[in-house]
């Protein structure tokens, strides 16, 4: 791995909000950098109270959002076009590739991708 970067995925932050240890434990030391998709993924997530909101902006606010970018939009329309995977993790693999970092997420999904650098996480 690419020492201690890691882009993450939606999935595995709402792991670590809810306190699973596995993740807890692996994220820890980590620089984590998020898409912007996934930013948005976590403020759109349904909250039951004001803390809970407060806590997924703190999340966000101790990663590194990558905005979309140029190369991020041709790797994106490449895997887009090879793989019909959905546009929002089309561009979450992107990211990935464009930073050159692992990709961790718990959607299996992401394997038939191909990164040589996605590290799927089994939580179910």
């Known amino acids: 791995m690419s020492g201690n970067k890691l882009l993450v995925d939606t999935n595995i932050l709402i792991y670590f909000l809810k306190g699973e240890s596995t993740v807890v434990e ?3 030391d980590k620089e ?3 898409s912007f998709i996934t930013e948005l993924e976590l403020l ?3 909250t039951n109270n004001i803390s809970e909101e ?3 902006k703190s999340l966000i606010a101790n990663c590194r959002i990558i905005q979309y970018n140029e190369e991020i939009k041709k790797l994106t329309i490449e895997i887009r076009r090879n793989t019909k995977v959905k546009l929002p993790d089309s561009i979450v693999a992107a990211t990935s590739i464009f930073l ?3 990709l961790v997420s718990a959607d299996k999904g992401f ?3 191909k990164l040589g650098n996605t590290l799927i996480m089994d939580l179910g």
């Open 111 to 113: 394997s038939r991708l």
């Open 32 to 34: 984590i950098f998020i």
């Open 100 to 102: 050159s970092i692992p």
């Open 54 to 56: 407060t806590l997924i």
């Open 26 to 28: 692996f994220l820890k």
């Open 44 to 46: 759109v997530f349904p």
